[in-house]
Nanobody, 114 residues
């Protein structure tokens, strides 16, 4: 099982980024995928999830700004982030629970600064 997050970078407040999570080693369409983030000195927090049937959930601070989606054929899960705020900065990770274990991808850094 492998997950690889990409698409991070430096963006000004109010800007947008789209993160991608490339999945391999398991049948992506059968699993819920979560995006998490971790800011320096803080615990990792759940940002958004998407189930196999496309049902999505978001942490309150990202509702209306972030959109999680999936393309099972391309084996990708996306996190579209709009109206970014400095408090959205951190390392973003994607995760799958496969066979009872949490599998994490390498994170991608998001910096929100003017």
């Amino acid at each position: 099982v492998q997950l690889q997050a990409s698409g991070g970078g430096l963006v000004q407040p109010g800007g947008s980024l789209r993160l991608s999570c490339a999945a391999s080693g398991f049948t992506l369409e059968d699993y819920t995928i979560g995006w998490f983030r971790q800011a320096p000195g803080k615990e990792r927090e759940l940002v958004a999830t998407i189930t196999p049937d496309g049902t999505t959930t978001y942490v309150d601070s990202t509702k209306g700004r972030f959109i999680i989606s999936r393309d099972n054929r391309r084996r990708l899960v996306y996190l579209q982030m709009n109206s970014l705020r400095p408090e959205d900065a951190g390392v973003y990770f994607c995760k799958v629970k496969w066979r009872g274990l949490d599998w994490w991808g390498q994170g991608t850094q998001v910096t929100v600064s003017s």
